[in-house]
C-alpha cells in the first residue's frame, strides 16, 4: 500500500470511457474515481490485488481499480502496462 505521505502518480496515456460505461455513470463522478487512481487510490479491491497494483506502479504491470458510483454501479479503471492507455469500464464488459 502507497504510504499516506508518498506522492504517487499513475501514468495514464490516453483515457477511454467505454460506451456503456459512459451512459451509466456520471461523469464527475469517473472524472473524481480517475483522479483517485492516478494517485494511487485504487478503490474496492482486495489486499492482494491493491498490492499487485502497488507492485505494478514500482516495477511495471497493468493496473486495475475497482469503484462505484453514488447509485451503487460498479466500474473498473484499466491502465495498460505499457501506460499507453486507460480505459473506464463497467465489469461485465472486460
Given at each position: 500500500m502507497?504510504?499516506?505521505r508518498e506522492v504517487v502518480t499513475v501514468q495514464l496515456g490516453s483515457v477511454c470511457v467505454?460506451?456503456?460505461a459512459a451512459r451509466r455513470l456520471d461523469k464527475d463522478e469517473a472524472f473524481a474515481a480517475l483522479g483517485r487512481h492516478m494517485?494511487?487510490?485504487?478503490?474496492?479491491?482486495?489486499?492482494q490485488d491493491w498490492k499487485s497494483n502497488d507492485e505494478a506502479l514500482e516495477f511495471g504491470?497493468?493496473?486495475v481499480s475497482s469503484y462505484r458510483d453514488r447509485h451503487l454501479q460498479?466500474?473498473?479503471i484499466?491502465?495498460?502496462?505499457?501506460r499507453s492507455l486507460t480505459t473506464i469500464l463497467l465489469?461485465?464488459?472486460?
Open positions: 502507497a504510504n499516506a467505454t460506451r456503456k494517485g494511487g487510490d485504487w478503490g474496492n479491491v482486495e489486499y504491470g497493468r493496473i460498479k466500474f473498473w484499466i491502465t495498460e502496462a505499457d465489469p461485465e464488459e472486460y
